[in-house]
């Protein structure tokens, strides 16, 4: 979905670099997610905000953090890569919905290797 | 706790012949249920979800889904495959009832679609 860009779409780092992923929307939405995807495992959520002073852990949060600068920024940031990070990651968006009848709409992904 | 199982990890189906791929799920309360398809190199893409009402969903490409609550099931289907429905397809569940978590999705682990022409 065009609405929603990823940068980089590839990487490739060294055990123990910093890292950052970045996320932008011009979907107007509130919400956003970061996901990895990893063969075999579907998609597990890593973290996600509902606006900009919102942040929040999901399933597998260990060894990332992220940052929520604007609505429609969201960056994910890997402190001290290290191989087993080694995966796709999705950003996804979200417009608040009651009920929770609401879509996610994703990215592009970023393709990350960590040697 | 919300689940989703996709019980074959690969399908294959012949151009032209009716497609199906699988999900069950297990939830709490009710469920909101979402198909997603990924194509190579590609994000996913949002193809159809249930929400309420008719058990038979439309989406897009030509694909339905029917959401059976006796089965905890909510299958994809397609009358008649195309060589370019290849990809890889996620079920994913969201429970109501899961308090905190209400608003998270969780994904199935995807079934690759091969249409062989």
């Known amino acids: 979905d065009a609405d929603v860009t990823q940068t980089p779409r590839n990487r490739i780092t060294k055990t123990g670099k910093r890292i950052m992923l970045e996320c932008s929307q011009t979907?107007?939405?509130?919400?956003m997610y970061w996901y990895r995807q990893d063969p075999g495992l579907g998609l597990r959520l890593i973290y996600y905000?509902?606006?900009?002073?919102?942040?929040n852990k999901g399933e597998i949060s260990d060894g990332y953090s992220v940052s929520r600068q604007a609505q429609a920024k969201f960056s994910l940031s890997l402190e001290s890569a290290i191989p087993n990070q080694t995966a796709l990651y999705f950003c996804?968006?979200?417009?608040?919905?009651?009920?929770?009848?609401?879509?996610?709409?994703f990215g592009p992904g970023t393709r990350l290797l960590v040697l | 706790a919300q689940s989703v199982a996709q019980p074959e990890d690969q399908v294959n189906v012949a151009e032209g012949n009716p497609l199906t791929v699988k999900c069950t799920y297990s939830v709490s309360g009710n469920p909101y249920l979402f198909w997603y398809v990924q194509y190579p190199n590609r994000g996913l893409q949002f193809l159809l979800k249930y929400i309420t009402g008719d058990n038979l969903v439309k989406g897009s490409y030509g694909f339905e889904a029917e959401f059976n609550k006796s089965q905890t099931s909510f299958h994809l289907k397609k009358p008649s495959a195309l060589v370019s429905d290849s990809a890889l397809y996620f079920c994913a569940v969201r429970d109501l009832y899961s308090g905190a978590g209400s608003y998270q999705l969780t994904f199935g682990k995807g079934t690759k679609l091969s249409v062989i022409p």
């Open positions: 996804a968006t979200s417009d608040y919905q009651t009920g929770g009848k609401e879509t996610q709409y």
């Open positions: 905000s509902f606006d900009v002073k919102d942040i």
């Open positions: 979907k107007g939405h509130d919400r």
